[in-house]
């Protein structure tokens, strides 16, 4: 079965640091891009950052570039988010999903997600 | 603001069907393939459709979709309490260079 799980959340304050990590199992890691979406409290969904099954590749919006930076560890099925320099508008929950082999991205299983909280 | 936009909010009865739209522009949905993804409360996102109108292995036909020129939609037939969500749609916008999302619409079963 192919599953993902994020770790790592946390509350933490404004201009502070948290890494985020995703364990992935069922597929060959390595072949896929990985991606990282977030979802602020009742919001709808935000593209944080994805990055080629090599790792050589990553993608970000402006929201997040400079300040996040995503990378993997493809011998241990881990995708990791380093998110420096947080502001409260970063509070959300952090969804790490894989991609398919699609021409358009597409993420085809997503973990449960886990909570930053950047505040004071 | 979202890129793509889609209603807010539908309701239909049990066993009705109902269609969720989604519109964008040339650099988004008029150029690439769209993706539906259905988030039940408290509950993760979970893809229902790929390419416009592909179904993932194990996602029943009763969900379709289908798209036109720079407009995207969803289709629910035979609708059942637990379809009751949030729906997103999503696609890749080639002028901003990111992925873009509606906005959501949440679907009530009457």
């Known amino acids: 079965e192919v599953q993902v799980w994020e770790s790592g959340g946390g509350l933490v304050q404004p201009g502070g640091s948290l890494r985020l990590s995703c364990t992935a199992s069922g597929f060959t890691f390595d072949d896929y891009a990985m991606t990282w979406v977030r979802q602020s409290p009742g919001r709808g969904l935000e593209w944080v950052s994805t990055i080629s099954g090599n790792g050589a590749d990553t993608y970000y919006p402006d929201s997040v570039r400079g300040r996040f930076t995503i990378s993997r560890d493809n011998s241990k099925n881990t995708l990791h988010l380093q998110m420096n320099s947080l502001r409260a508008e970063d509070t959300a929950v952090y969804f790490c999903?894989?991609?398919?082999?699609?021409?358009?991205?597409?993420?085809?299983?997503w973990g449960q997600g886990t909570l930053v909280t950047v505040s004071s | 603001q979202s890129v793509l936009t889609q209603p807010p909010s539908v309701s239909a009865a049990p066993g009705q069907k109902v269609t969720i739209s989604c519109s964008g522009s040339?650099?988004?949905?008029?150029?690439?393939?769209v993706s539906w993804y259905q988030q039940l409360p408290g509950a993760a996102p979970k893809l229902l459709i790929y390419d416009n109108n592909q179904r993932p292995s194990g996602i029943p036909d009763r969900f379709s979709g289908s798209k036109s020129d720079t407009s995207a939609t969803l289709g629910i037939t035979g609708l059942q309490t637990g379809d009751e969500a949030e729906y997103y749609c999503?696609?890749?916008?080639?002028?901003?260079?990111?992925?873009?999302f509606g906005g959501g619409t949440k679907l009530t079963v009457l």
């Open positions: 999903a894989k991609q398919m082999m699609t021409a358009t991205w597409t993420a085809d299983c």
């Open positions: 999503g696609t890749w916008d080639r002028s901003l260079s990111t992925v873009v």
């Open positions: 040339s650099s988004n949905i008029g150029n690439h393939y």
